[in-house]
């Protein structure tokens, strides 16, 4: 069965960087894009961008450019997202999710919850 | 970037009434034929559900109690009847455009 499974949870202090991890399995790994959703504590969706594994072809939300970098390792299958300089608003539970051939967002990772704290 | 708005905020049904969810889009999300509108489902720590697809495409294994419905602008979420699993922040997406934009999500709970 198609699955995605992140990373566990990272406390990180302001100013440090962080690198979450999406492994997929059960499909072909570089036929789909993965995409990263970012979700504040009590508050909706926001999208990050999408990476290609097939090319390594990145595409950012303006607001997360300088903010968020999207690799991937075809070899194992893992996208990774990093995210820098962080501060408190960096706060959020960031979603990986496959963008499926409707366009449609079909198989979600379960989740990976940043805090970034002193 | 296209604005999803959604509405309302929140609502009361009660077991095996209809709920209804509106989300209108600041511009069109129809290309080549096709709305690429989104329904998804979300409960407490978990990460969203697919419902539907494509404003009007039940997602496999998806409860037929649920539809979609709508073009261009305006896209409507039906759950009728409502089931106590139901309880849930339900949020449409668009997928037409870069940036891809979510609604601000709708929250229902049962009266």
């Known amino acids: 069965q198609i699955q995605l499974q992140q990373s566990g949870p990272e406390l990180v202090k302001p100013g440090a960087s962080v690198k979450i991890s999406c492994k997929a399995s059960g499909y072909t790994f570089t036929d789909y894009y993965i995409n990263w959703v970012k979700q504040k504590p009590g508050q909706g969706l926001e999208w990050i961008g999408w990476?290609?594994?097939?090319?390594?072809?990145?595409k950012y939300n303006e607001k997360f450019k300088g903010k968020a970098t999207l690799t991937v390792d075809t070899s194992s299958s893992t996208a990774y997202m990093q995210l820098s300089s962080l501060t408190s608003e960096d706060t959020a539970v960031y979603f990986c999710?496959?963008?499926?051939?409707?366009?449609?967002?079909?198989?979600w990772g379960q989740g990976t919850t940043l805090t970034v704290s002193s | 970037d296209i604005v999803l708005t959604q509405s309302p905020a929140s609502l009361a049904v009660s077991l095996g009434q209809r709920a209804t969810i509106s989300c209108r889009a600041s511009?069109?999300?129809?290309?080549?034929?096709?709305?690429?509108m989104h329904w998804y489902q979300q409960k407490p720590g978990q990460p969203p559900k697919l419902l539907i697809y494509?404003?009007?495409n039940l997602e496999s294994g998806i409860p037929a109690r649920f539809s979609g419905s709508g073009s261009r602008t305006d896209f409507t979420l039906t759950i009728n009847p409502v089931e106590a699993d139901d309880v849930a922040t339900y949020y449409c997406q668009q997928s037409n455009e870069d940036p891809y934009t979510f609604g601000g999500g709708t929250k229902l709970e049962i009266k």
């Open positions: 511009e069109s999300v129809d290309s080549y034929g096709n709305s690429f």
């Open positions: 999710a496959r963008r499926g051939l409707r366009g449609n967002f079909d198989y």
């Open positions: 990476i290609y594994p097939g090319s390594g072809n990145t």
């Open positions: 494509r404003a009007s």
